[in-house]
């Protein structure tokens, strides 16, 4: 059965982001850059490919702290591509990606990225990357939410990758609050490399904002090591929750997405 689901997940995947980009993208150009229309298309997708991809449940613990956000960083551990799906369906604030400059190329998807306010990071070139970081913050300041996995890649052990620099320099440089997650779950579902699915319950839980005010580029390293003290915290306790999870128990203050 994992072998069927897997296939099955690899194909909406192709389907169905195609017609869901196309969807989103139709609705962003059309006039819809806040995301009333675009951002229900995107969580459709992001739960349909969860569910399909053999995530048996989603809880969010502190979920009310992504609400009605505007202007912040989310940060998250990162074990999984189905990180971005999970916080995407959890989230009822957009959330955009600062995205490899390369996705914006791709037919449909890469378009509809652009029409939603994804953000182009261009590492490759330095001067490029400065400017993609000059051109993130103003954004941010702008109003929008925006998602970053500091880690930069997928680990594959249960311990946290050291976190790059990046993400913190946007954050100094738009002095808005970063809002901590942990995940915990997605690795067993679909680890990095190539895996079979397999099934299991993903929790995520939400800790309070941590302003960036006081903090610039000369002391962003204090900024990075406390986000990273309450990531590798809340991260520990989506794991409990999860272990609760697995013995059919419920969860204090958590919500089930399905």
Known sequence: MKQFWTILTYAFLIGGSAVCGAAAFLVAILGD????????????????????????????????????????????????????????AASPTPLRFLTKHSLFYFPIFGQALWAMGYISINRGVQAKAFK????????????????????????????????????????????????????????????????????????????????????????????MEKVRTEIARLREEARALRENVLRGEALPGGKALW
């Not at 991809?53 to 009310?64: A, Y």
């Open 33 to 88: 850059r806040q995301g009333r229309l675009w951002w229900p298309i995107a969580q459709f997708w992001a739960r349909n490919l969860l569910r399909v991809g053999r995530v048996s449940h989603l809880h969010i613990v502190g979920g009310e702290r992504l609400e009605n956000l505007s202007g912040a960083i989310v940060m998250s551990n990162h074990e999984s591509h189905f990180d971005p799906p999970s916080l995407m």
């Open 132 to 223: 993609s970081i000059e051109k993130a913050a103003q954004a941010i300041r702008g109003g929008r939410t925006v998602l970053i996995f500091p880690e930069g890649t997928r680990a594959m052990t249960s311990e946290l990758l050291p976190f790059k620099k990046g993400g913190f320099v946007i954050a100094a440089k738009s002095q808005v609050p970063i809002v901590p997650v942990g995940i915990a779950g997605t690795r067993e579902v679909i680890p990095k490399g190539f895996h079979w699915l397999l099934r299991s319950p993903v929790v995520l839980v939400v800790g309070a904002p941590i302003e960036t005010k006081g903090f610039d580029l000369d002391n962003k390293e204090a900024l």
